[in-house]
């Protein structure tokens, strides 16, 4: 039996050699001969280390990521090859990523060589922990939160997917999400003219922070000229800390009044909050630096929620969209600390659509497409079996009508809203979510106030429904970055990894896939007149497609929040879908493992 060892080890290369060969190298496709047989490899020249590297191919993608399985090495000056570790062969690709161009910055790099390793260590460690705590498989047909818990692998296409520099390991136990543990929120009590709250909804935030704490929000002292601050533990803790905050605390202005009120969860992005009785998750920001960056929630951000929230309204988005649906920000609530932007109090308070047995069926599309466990079959995998025998109709036929429907309710409704308004939605796979309960995609959704990009093209338009969308810098960009933005977190993000887990799973050939997604786009282009279309004919049309580099935004040690390194943070791949293959007409048979 595999030990979880081997397969966080198998699992933390698998993210990292992927990255590598998009933004380092792509190495070269060979077949390795051995005693045991011949299977497909990557072998990548290493001439720094006077090293050759090959590891095999166990599954191959055209849009997704590749699957690895054994290595070898060799001496450039010996023809012998070698089995290696996994993480040996790791180790040498960050070691070569470094050596190809250090001119003047020795000492700098091998700093952040060294952070790198350290990273990549730490999210094997914790991939090898939450493998040993996984739950046996998912209930079906599953719930949201039980889907949100459920991401051991994290994110693909990230060379330290599981990386969590800032939470210890008995901390894990309550604030991971993948360990399932249930916490009480800290309430802290402010004067009223230390805080700053807004809210889009005729409820005000401080009376939304109230209602957490049920029928008996007195219990806690609460003064007629003070306001609740809730916090996650982990922040309270860390601003406890802080010097000008004790003393806030001397003067009488904040009170840390200690953990209060009903339990909650952590969701996949750690620090957004659920409770299955409340009408509101909280995302707060942690002291904890999660993949790239320290999470922190930025007063634009906050305000842009609230914008967005009232913008969304304005358009009467609700009633032209029946299958998908935008979960929105509309209220915050902070301390403000004179002199500085933030005082790490910030709370955006998210609209809870899956309270009290209403999130059944509802995945987010990470979960859907992850890699499962050894000798188990994926999320997605178990819904498409499921509903062709229930059903009674060919897999292959299910697969394409189960794209098609998702199609319908998580692509072609976000490029319409771009098309109608030229807002983009920042849509990666763990921002969305489907209704599978029923087996086929009904409802998508769509969470994320840092996610909204508004169109310069269309300023005048949105500003005339909200005219504060105009003073909030983060929310307007060129249509060019917007197209690229898009086009990364919608298809590269989230579409390829739903048609690359149907390849790997053996359940749809990615070509046949690949051609109905283009099909779906050329209907967008022609039912389309604005930016929806234009952004249609940018991923139909273009050789390549923009990618997310985030290893080398890891090596050279960028938070991606908190720098103007906006031109490092793309880099484009070649498209698939303009691969030969997905440009021919469709055949009548597929290429389907039954």
């Known amino acids: 039996m595999t030990s979880s060892r081997q397969i966080a080890e198998t699992a933390t290369f698998q993210s990292f050699a992927n990255c590598y060969l998009r933004e380092v190298n792509p190495g070269t496709p060979v077949m390795h001969r051995s005693a045991g047989g011949t ?60 050596r190809q161009d250090d001119a003047g910055q020795t000492d700098a790099l091998r700093g952040f060589e060294l952070e790198l390793l350290i990273r990549v260590l730490e999210s094997y460690q914790q991939t090898a922990l939450y493998i040993d705590k996984a739950l046996p498989g998912p209930k079906d047909p599953g719930e949201f939160l039980e889907a949100e818990q459920s991401l051991v692998f994290g994110h693909w296409l990230h060379p330290t997917p599981k990386s969590r520099q800032g939470m210890t390991y008995w901390q894990q136990e309550s604030y991971a999400p993948e360990l399932r543990g249930r916490f009480q929120l800290h309430y802290f009590a402010a004067k009223m003219d230390h805080v700053s709250h807004a809210s889009s909804r005729p409820a005000q935030a401080p009376d939304i922070v109230r209602s957490l704490l049920g029928h008996n929000p007195e219990g806690l002292g ?126 955006i308070l998210r609209e809870n659509p899956f309270s009290r047995d209403r999130g059944q069926g509802v995945i987010t599309v990470a979960a859907l497409t992850a890699d499962p466990l050894p000798q188990t079959p994926s999320r997605l995998e178990k819904l498409l079996r499921t509903l062709a025998t229930r059903e009674a109709e060919p897999l292959a036929d299910v697969c394409i009508a189960w794209f098609q429907r998702y199609l319908d309710c998580a692509v072609e409704p976000l490029i319409r809203l771009y098309d109608d308004y030229g807002i983009a939605l920042e849509a990666h796979q763990q921002n969305s979510l489907l209704d599978v309960g029923a087996g086929y995609p009904s409802v998508s959704y769509y969470r994320d106030n840092q996610g909204f990009y508004l169109s310069e093209r269309y300023r005048s338009l949105l500003s005339s429904y909200v005219p504060e969308t105009g003073t909030i810098p983060s929310l307007y960009f060129p249509e060019s970055e917007i197209r690229d933005r898009f086009a990364y977190y919608l298809i590269v993000n989230q579409v390829f990894s739903v048609i690359s887990r149907m390849g790997h799973d053996g359940l749809c050939d990615e070509v046949t896939l690949l051609r109905v997604l283009r099909n779906h786009l050329e209907q967008c282009s022609r039912a389309m007149t604005g930016a929806g279309r234009d952004f249609a004919r940018h991923v139909l049309d273009l050789p390549t497609i923009a990618s997310k580099a985030n290893l080398t935004t890891r090596l050279l040690n960028v938070d991606e929040l908190q720098s103007d390194h906006a031109p490092i943070l793309y880099r484009p791949v070649q498209n698939p879908l303009r691969a030969p293959a997905a440009l021919t007409a469709a055949r009548t048979s597929h290429a389907i493992a039954s």
């Not at 290493?46 to 997704?64: A, D, F, K, N, W």
């Not at 601003?239 to 209060?260: E, W, Y």
């Open 222 to 347: 609460l003064g007629d000229d003070e306001f609740l601050l809730p916090m996650h533990p982990l922040q309270a803790e860390a601003l406890l800390l802080v010097p000008r905050i004790r003393a806030m605390q001397q003067s009488g202005i904040l009170r840390h009044l200690g953990p209060a009120g009903s339990l909650f969860s952590a969701t996949s992005s750690v620090r957004t909050v659920y409770g299955a009785d409340e009408d509101w998750m909280l995302k707060f920001s942690l002291p904890v630096r999660i993949t790239n960056s320290v999470r922190l929630n930025r007063r634009q951000e906050l305000e842009a929620g609230v914008a967005m929230a009232r913008l969304i309204d304005r358009i009467g988005f609700s009633k032209r969209s029946a299958n998908f649906r935008i979960i929105q920000d509309p209220a915050y609530i902070t301390l403000d600390l004179p002199g500085e932007s933030e005082s790490g109090f910030e709370v």
């Open 39 to 98: 299977c497909d490899s990557i072998e990548w020249s290493l001439p720094r280390q006077q090293m050759i590297l090959r590891v095999e191919v166990t599954s191959s993608s055209i849009c997704g990521p590749l699957h690895f399985g054994r290595a070898w090495g060799r001496n450039v000056s010996d023809p012998s090859w070698r089995p290696m570790e996994l993480m040996s062969a790791l180790h040498m690709l960050v070691q070569a990523a470094y």
